[in-house]
């Protein structure tokens, strides 16, 4: 069965620091994984996803994560955080050719000035 | 890119009554969309898979009496909340598959008084 583990509910970095948010999948097939953002009281937005190809993905808002099948992981990171950064954010999977979707927990980022 | 849309965005409603939420992809066709719910600080909980012209699938502990799913068309679902109570009160949001991607729609905020 898939699973999506986000390691730590909330972040906090400064402003203009590194973020890393982390996310590990268990999946019995190659899986597609994405990242998504959300802001208080909308939907998800898609930030970058992987699907075959190049393992290290760019998206938008500068952010970037690399698929490590090694370690199955899908990690997210952005070289300098920004003040609008400060958001939900959400690892998730679905199996290839699958048609559900599973979410991790998420993992809330703050930027503090 | 694709869009999404969900009415009404916020709805109030008393205990005992039935709300409709609709979701509508604008630019393309979806034979499939899901619904989730999002408890406040959580992640997204799959609800159910809604596929045009057939029963929609629901997911463990979801009772499908009380919400109620309808996919009449390639660009429409309705989630039909019914006989709704207060805890039934939630942040409530839409998908639209296209190919292996998932579509957000910006979410329903529903209280029950």
């Known amino acids: 069965a898939q699973s999506v583990t986000q390691l730590g509910s909330h972040v906090s970095v400064s402003e203009g620091a590194l973020v890393l948010l982390r996310c590990n999948y268990s999946s019995s097939v190659p899986p597609y994984l994405f990242w998504y953002v959300q802001y208080p009281n909308q939907g998800l937005q898609l930030l970058l996803k992987y699907t075959t190809g190049a393992t290290l993905v760019k998206g938008i808002n500068g952010f970037e994560a690399e698929f490590k099948k090694s370690e199955t992981s899908f990690h997210l990171t952005k070289p300098s955080a920004h003040m609008s950064d400060a958001a939900e954010y959400f690892c998730?999977?679905?199996?290839?050719?699958?048609?559900?979707?599973?979410f991790g927990a998420g993992t809330r980022l703050f930027v503090k000035a | 890119g694709a869009v999404v849309s969900q009415h009404p965005s916020r709805v109030i409603c008393k205990s005992g009554t039935s709300v409709k939420i609709e979701c509508r992809s604008l630019d393309f066709q979806a034979t499939t969309m899901f619904w989730y719910r999002q408890f406040p600080k959580k992640s997204l909980m799959l609800m159910a898979t809604?596929?045009?012209?057939?029963?929609?699938?629901?997911e463990q502990g979801v009772e499908k009496d009380k919400f109620l799913i309808n996919h009449a068309s390639l660009t429409l679902s309705t989630l039909t909340v019914t006989s709704a109570h207060p805890e039934d009160s939630s942040f409530y949001i839409c998908s639209a598959r296209f190919s292996y991607e998932q579509y957000f729609g910006p979410g329903t905020r529903l209280t029950v008084t």
């Open positions: 998730a999977v679905t199996i290839t050719g699958g048609f559900k979707t599973i």
């Open positions: 809604s596929n045009e012209g057939s029963k929609a699938t629901y």
